[in-house]
């Protein structure tokens, strides 16, 4: 089938089988390789893009649901070699180690600043409560994040 | 203005941001599944859905016809060329017995999810397809899975070695020369002293590491080049070509960005060997991505131990012996170090204390399970968690305040160097100053007087208080020690520097890290110690191509061995500019001081930067007579001892007795892991270390049923917590410099692992203690706390009254 | 992992989803949010040959006033279900319920109506819209049909929906003014509901003059507590009352029994979640 989407501001017209993922989409087809898979049954969240603004896991979409939609990944956040906020509080409050969660953990985190601008340190962890990360033990994102939304009320 | 002093000194000990990060933050990264060649194939495995069985037929040709197809390959197919068996380099003792391990069955599959066929296709997705086509028809066999069941012998799952039993390791104080007779000490303290007999079980846990596995192999060109998410590229390439009978010199191996390990990557897996065996096959580009389904049930998992506890001590709390009697579950087939990770804790069970006897005995059990190897801590963790635990329940015992029962085993900080009864040689540690930091951190006191007032109460949510006062052997791992274990390996680490003519400086080293963030840390090490700007260094890792030698990261060893190698080096680095220096500034070499990067002459202002003489060398127009024109220079360290973090962790939990939930409410560490380089990375470090020991405690439990089958064979069951699901922590430090190499180092990857498991069930424990409770198993879920606490009313409630209370 | 192939369509109407439905093919599933269903494709636990998708169909989404209750379109999300005004108002539990269900990602995506057709013993929609006496509005080539909540659950994973049939919008009477609580138990936050117990109450002058209280994963459909309420009425809320009424919530339940607790752990818990989730509804 047909599809075309915009993907980080560009527009993509391909054709793809029903069954293809809106992941493996990205990451076969347009090209985003920075958006990853981790699991397959929608718990680990590393997969987390932006469709239409909200957060969803990539691979839990069919590419033909996101037909006509916009999707933004991870790699349309830097612009001209600037790190997008939650970039830049992620890398200062070394909250990521391996790094393989981090591209939905940040898609995540800004999607729940977006909702909740000023939350608590609980709001937060609630927030990213379909995200997983094996290496940080979540501490340092927590504080990228509130560091995030320090920022941004001062 | 910061000057270039002012910058060294301030180099060690700096919260540095990582250089490694910006790839990882912008999605450019270089994951092995991210990996596309021209004519690239990809592989599908079909997996076998019976735990125990004779493969009595497969039936391949509707996979070979459906669209896509390149090739379908069986274990009979590829069995020469895959080789006899996957290797076990550690055989712990002269008669352990073991069945052969093909990566693709051949005759037998042992496990469900062993992989007994393989699709090449032109896409991922054609593969799939044609998998579910193969036909594979079984003879099933009795299905043992239970650790106890397969240690009774009564279904030999391997019948070639006529026993499940693998192998029994022994070590006995009294027979090493360290310590006095355990029996004899127990046989004395039943009489006047008190004995405490427990049996814990360590469950079965997934590393879980969050990229899944993949692999790719290029075998076009003369040299044949393997991607791996793997920990250990060096290892694996020996390994590959001693098994396949391929030239060393004919393969690459490349550890691209790796998304963590936790052990669970330290292994050569099936899925390597037969994606290399079919591409070469083919002739063409391979690849393999594993799911998580198929991570979960293929991938090596670790613990899975029982352990029956003997703890001898007098009234006063003074421990004088220690029984360890391990079974340790192998599952069918013994991966690269399985049979090793239980005797790697055998030297920890004393810990930090002053045992006077000490006995390990070790039994490793086949099972029809995935194979068990390395996870995070490998044997240490479970060590610490029987000491630990008895500990509390030899307080609990006697009466006394744990913290001060512990204190008066321990080492006292004046008593180092301190051989142990396991006959490690302990090189420093201060116990009394991280446990009164941390107690001091935690509010200690105030917890206690509130743990009083709920239970004075009757509080349905009562507060415990869980301590944990650990050790742990880093830096695996001196080559001797290894040769005295009969480990297949040295333990050695390389490094090398490349003195580049505009100033740069690459470091090739040969361990691998995969997230804790060594380009920064050693970068820090090679700006202070070489004098050249942090931004200069790159350091360069994970490709045999690149990085000849090396034996990758595991066992807390890159900073502590690795580490010290890239000094060794730099120190080599230095001695070889001296001369060329001399030489420019017209001086005696003697007369030349090195500091900040610049040989000085004594007693003048004249001097040469090291990035001079590397453009010096570079141009060689004008070097001494006899000198080669290179400051590069490479070493290779092999530690004289192991390394000894350690540290005290004190956890407080709230435990609701209606429901039996544990909250975490504080968890402090303080941990001494010696001179810190970045206490940034540092901490990261610890609160990834936690989050697994408290999702061991609290989370993590790999099932089997009767049949075999991995009841917990997603993320829908097999349960990591989230951010939502654990508490923030409080970490500090103490730093008492290492005495066994130059930069005082001693790691600190596993610490946080290895401390917390007993520390979270240890405040359980001690929640629910008053109302009759000595144990609740892991992972401490609700219903087995719940169950803990109601099982001790009915006893209490079926005990004759002894009087008035 | 890739799901086995499949037909696909995606209707911009009820009706073409219904020719759809008929169109004669093997296995046909429907797909709302998607959010249960791919998992289990990808997974191969299932292989349709045709997915209809319900995602381009407007008039399926959102919430409406209908007199003396509410109507919300069977693709109204999770989290459309969270923040909507009329819900908050009317059916307060609702929301209480909906923000529980997964991980924010999963409520962007995941509906309402597809929750209650999917119907999982341990989702948590299905308790919710029954202690609300919800009414499902479903639709088939034979015209609009309304079945109580009560009748919808038939089985494990099985609705009073038929095969050629849609559940298009769920009718909620209004509860104004009612106090609303979702208690949910897990282990781990986007884990799924060990046991929930859904409870909406109307207090009238310092006592309870009316309760709904429903399970989940108490048995394989969720589980109406009409003793607790029966109990309940006419007392005031407070902590005996409520620990008395709420002793009776397991009666006549069947709950499953797995690594995350046994039969006998779940009527335990049902008892205090419920004495819980009411004190809580009672503010």
Not at chain 3, 104 to 113: A, C, D, E, K
Request: glycine share 10%; aromatic share 6%; proline share 5%.
């Amino acid at each position: 089938m047909k599809v075309s989407m915009v993907v980080d501001g560009v527009r993509y017209s391909d054709d793809v089988e029903p069954r293809t993922l809106l992941v493996h989409y990205l990451r076969e087809q347009v090209g985003k390789t920075g958006t990853v898979v981790g699991c397959d049954t929608s718990n680990c969240g590393a997969c987390t893009v932006h469709l239409d603004g909200r957060s969803v896991k990539s691979c839990s979409v069919l590419a033909v649901q996101a037909d006509g939609h916009e999707v933004d990944t991870i790699e349309g956040l830097a612009s001209d070699g600037v790190l997008h906020p939650m970039q830049q509080a992620f890398h200062e409050n070394h909250a990521l180690q391996c790094g393989y969660c981090t591209p939905g953990m940040i898609m995540q985190s800004i999607d729940l600043l977006k909702e909740n601008p000023h939350p608590t340190e609980q709001e937060v962890r609630e927030g990213l409560e379909g995200n997983l990360c094996r290496c940080t033990g979540y501490q340092n994102i927590v504080k990228a994040v509130l560091s995030v939304a320090e920022a941004s009320s001062s | 203005m910061t000057t270039t002093a002012d910058r060294r000194s301030a180099e060690i000990g700096a919260p540095r941001t990582r250089k490694e990060d910006r790839h990882l933050l912008t999605g450019r990264t270089r994951w092995t599944a991210n990996i596309t060649l021209p004519g690239m194939l990809h592989l599908a495995m079909v997996r076998s859905t019976v735990a125990h069985a004779r493969i009595t037929g497969i039936d391949t040709s509707a996979a070979k016809r459906a669209p896509g197809v390149a090739g379908v390959f069986t274990g009979t197919e590829i069995a020469d060329a895959q080789g006899a068996s996957l290797p076990c380099v550690w055989p712990v003792t002269p008669d352990q017995v073991a069945p052969p391990h093909p990566a693709m069955a051949v005759e037998t599959v042992n496990f469900l999810g062993e992989i007994v066929a393989c699709v090449a296709a032109r896409s991922a997705t054609e593969a799939r397809d044609a998998a579910e086509l193969v036909d594979v028809e079984y003879g099933e066999l009795p299905v043992v899975t239970d650790l106890a069941v397969a240690a009774a012998d009564q279904e030999v799952i391997h019948p070639d070695l006529g026993t499940n039993r693998s192998a029994h390791w022994v070590f006995d104080s009294a027979a090493a020369g360290t310590g006095g007779d355990v029996d004899s000490a127990i046989s004395a303290a039943r009489e006047s002293g008190v004995v405490v007999e427990r049996t814990y079980r360590q469950q079965r846990v997934i590393p879980a590491f969050m990229e899944p596995r993949s692999v790719a192999v290029d075998p076009t060109g003369e040299q044949t080049t393997v991607w791996s998410s793997t920990q250990i590229p060096h290892i694996l390439k020996l390994i590959l070509a001693m098994t396949t009978g391929l030239p060393e010199s004919k393969l690459r191996v490349v550890a691209p960005d790796v998304g963590g390990g936790f052990g669970g990557k330290l292994e050569v897996t099936p899925e390597e060997m037969i994606t290399l065996v079919v591409a070469g096959r083919l002739g063409k580009p391979c690849a393999y991505a594993e799911t998580r389904s198929e991570s979960l049930m293929g991938a090596h998992h670790g613990r899975d131990q029982i352990q029956k506890l003997t703890l001898a001590a007098t009234r006063d709390g003074t421990v004088t012996a220690f029984k360890v009697e391990l079974t340790a579950n192998m599952g069918a087939y013994l991966g690269l170090t399985t049979p090793g990770i239980p005797i790697l804790g055998a030297f920890m069970y004393n810990a930090i204390y002053k045992f006077p006897a000490y006995r390990f005995t070790c039994d490793n059990v086949f099972t029809n399970t995935v194979w068990t190897d390395a996870y995070r801590g490998a044997g240490r963790p479970e060590a610490t968690f029987a000491i630990e635990r008895m500990m509390d329940e030899l307080a609990a015992e006697l009466d006394l305040e744990p913290l001060a029962l512990r204190e008066k085993n321990w080492i006292r900080h004046e008593e180092f160097p301190f051989t142990t009864v396991a006959g490690m040689e302990y090189d420093s540690g201060n116990y009394e100053a991280a446990t009164a930091k941390a107690r001091d951190l935690f509010g200690y006191d105030d917890l206690r007087a509130e743990q009083a007032k709920r239970r004075a109460d009757g509080d349905p949510v009562q507060l415990g208080i869980g301590i944990s006062t650990y050790t742990e052997m880093c830096g695996l791992a001196p080559s001797r020690v290894l040769g005295a274990l009969s480990f297949g390996s040295g333990g050695w680490e390389h490094a090398s520097i490349r003195m580049l003519p505009t100033g740069k400086v690459e470091v090739v080293a040969g361990v691998s890290p995969h997230g804790q963030g060594h380009e920064t840390s050693w970068s820090q090490i090679v700006a202070d110690r070489l004098g050249v700007p942090f931004e200069d260094v790159e350091i360069l890792h994970g490709d045999t191509g690149v990085s000849a030698r090396g034996l990758d990261t595991y066992g807390s060893r890159t900073l502590v061995v690795g580490g010290i190698a890239v000094v060794k080096a730099i120190d080599k680095v230095i001695e070889k500019a001296r001369p060329i220096a001399a030489h420019l500034l017209e001086a005696d070499p003697d007369d030349l001081e090195f500091a900040n990067g610049t040989f000085t002459v004594k007693g003048t202002g004249k001097g040469k930067h090291i990035s001079e003489l590397a453009l010096a060398v570079f141009l060689a127009h004008d070097l001494p007579d006899g000198v080669e024109a290179s400051l590069d220079a490479e070493a290779t360290f092999d530690p004289a001892n192991f390394s000894f973090p350690h540290g005290t962790h004190l956890c407080a939990v709230e435990v609701d007795t209606e429901t039996g939930r544990t909250t975490i409410r504080r968890y402090v560490a303080v941990d001494d892991c010696g001179v810190v380089v970045n206490p940034m990375l540092v901490d990261g470090q610890v609160h990834g270390g936690l989050a697994q020991g408290i999702s061991q405690a609290l989370f993590e439990e790999a099932l089997y049923d009767e049949n075999g089958t991995l009841v917990t064979g997603s993320f829908v069951d097999y349960l990591l917590p989230s951010a939502a699901d654990l508490p923030s922590y409080l970490t500090d430090r103490t730093e008492t410099p290492a005495t066994s190499n130059p930069l005082g180092v001693k790691g600190v990857g596993e610490a946080g692992t290895i401390a917390a498991t007993p520390c979270v069930v240890n405040a359980i424990v001690d929640a629910v203690r008053h109302l009759g409770v000595d144990d609740v198993p892991m992972p401490c879920t609700p219903q087995r706390v719940w169950a803990a606490i109601d099982q001790a009313r009915e006893r209490s409630a079926a005990r004759p009254s002894g009087g008035a209370q | 992992m890739i799901p086995a192939a499949f037909d696909y369509q995606a209707p911009d109407t009820v009706a073409d989803a219904l020719a759809a439905l008929s169109s004669g093919a093997d296995e046909v599933k429907v797909l709302a949010g998607g959010q249960s269903l791919i998992p289990v494709l990808r997974l191969r636990m299932a292989a349709p040959s045709l997915i209809v998708d319900l995602g381009r169909i407007p008039e399926l989404s959102g919430v409406s006033d209908d007199g003396d209750a509410i109507m919300i379109g069977a693709m109204t999300t999770h989290d459309q279900v969270t923040h909507d005004p009329l819900i908050a108002e009317h059916a307060a539990l609702l929301a209480r319920a909906a923000e529980t269900v997964a991980d924010p990602q999963v409520r962007h995506l995941g509906t309402f109506g597809g929750s209650l057709a999917h119907a999982d013993p341990a989702g948590d929609m299905p308790a919710a819209a029954l202690a609300l006496n919800a009414e499902m509005m479903i639709t088939g080539s034979q015209g609009e049909r309304t079945v109580a909540a009560k009748d919808f659950f038939v089985g494990l994973f099985e609705t009073a929906v038929g095969e050629d049939e849609i559940l298009t919008s769920i009718r909620v009477p209004k509860h104004t003014g009612w106090g609303s609580h979702y208690e949910k138990f897990n282990r781990v936050a986007q884990q799924w509901s060990i046991v929930g117990v859904a409870a909406t109450l109307r207090l009238d002058g310092g006592t309870i003059a009316e309760a709904g209280i429903a399970l989940t994963n108490m048995g394989l459909t969720p589980i109406r507590a009409s003793a607790v309420e029966q109990a309940l009425v006419g007392r005031p809320p407070n902590e005996d009352a409520v620990r008395q009424a709420a002793e009776q919530a397991a009666a006549g339940t069947h709950p499953p029994s797995d690594a995350n607790g046994d039969a006998d752990y779940r009527r335990h818990l049902a008892a205090v979640l419920t004495r819980r989730a009411v004190l809580a509804a009672a503010g």
